[in-house]
């Protein structure tokens, strides 16, 4: 099969600090201030033509910061991502210009990709009609609800037909008829071979459309495969992890989190 995205060895360090001073001081002084760690450590897997990924984990786990470096909106710190085609991100915070209406972040998107007048004018009342706003798509986009923003930003990434679409968490904010509408054309976009990522805190929603999984653990990788084989191991961790007492719980996190800092 045809790979559609090779992810090798990548890692996303950020800094935490224990105070909004520390973070002025490391701006002057680098390296003396605050702690690294790692988002993401050292991941690596491949998606073929066709696949719809489930990235499944537990807050904080780093699936946004994967679903952003695979749409090439942050770079890894290090490791190197191979996307083969156009990745399009649709995220509940995804690029559309507060100061801009619905109307005019679509055909801003569209120039940013390389699209003509021509197409653009045949594409804007497809997107207009999916979103199904009303009279808002002519408003600034910093006046829409969160879940007119996951509306015009899904309609406006899969009429632009990418050839990898990453959604992440942008049906949780729709209300059910938008997110029905939208497993739909999913459905159509995998029935033409193009891949998905999609992350959402559904267990439902995820083994009804999903074959695949990538469960990402802490930041790493705990296991990858088919979703019938990684999920229920998923919520046997999620299981054993609400039986712990308080005590264990603190624990393990920390015991978690210290493997997650970057050793100097
Ligand atoms: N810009 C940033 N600066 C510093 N830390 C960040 C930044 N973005 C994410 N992080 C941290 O990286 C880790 C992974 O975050 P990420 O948002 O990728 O997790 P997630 O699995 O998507 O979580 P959730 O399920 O809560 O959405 C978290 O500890 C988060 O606090």
């Known amino acids: 099969m045809e790979k559609s995205v090779i992810v090798k060895n990548v890692s996303k360090k950020y800094k935490m600090y224990t105070k909004n001073s520390e973070k002025l001081l490391d701006l002057i002084l680098p390296k003396s201030y605050g702690k690294s760690f790692y988002a993401l450590h050292d991941i690596s897997f491949e998606a073929e033509k066709g696949d719809v990924i489930g990235i499944i984990g537990v807050n904080g786990s780093g699936k946004s910061t994967l679903s952003n470096i695979i749409s090439g909106i942050i770079p890894p710190t290090s ?53 199904d706003i009303g009279d808002f798509i002519d408003q600034p986009v910093k006046t829409y609800s969160s879940g007119m923003r996951s509306r015009l930003g899904f309609a406006i990434s899969i009429h632009i037909d990418p050839d990898i679409l990453v959604i992440d968490e942008a049906l949780s904010v729709g209300d059910r008829t938008f997110a029905d509408k939208c497993l739909d054309k999913m459905n ?77």
Request: charged content about 25%.
């Open 79 to 131: 490791g190197t991502v191979q996307v083969n085609g156009e990745a399009s991100l649709i995220a509940i915070q995804s690029g559309l210009k507060n100061e801009l209406t619905g109307r005019e972040n679509i055909e801003l998107k569209c120039l940013m990709l390389g699209f003509n007048k021509k197409e653009i004018i045949a594409l804007t009342p497809q997107i207009i009609d999916f979103a």
């Open 188 to 264: 159509e976009f995998k029935s033409r071979g193009k891949t998905i990522f999609f992350i959402s805190h559904s267990i439902g929603q995820m083994k009804k459309f999903c074959e695949k999984a990538l469960w990402v653990q802490y930041g790493h990788v705990e296991q990858y495969g088919l979703m019938s084989e990684v999920m229920p191991n998923y919520e046997a961790f999620i299981n054993k992890y609400k039986k712990m007492s308080k005590a264990e719980k603190q624990q393990f996190k920390k015991e978690v989190e210290e493997k997650r800092m970057v050793q100097a």
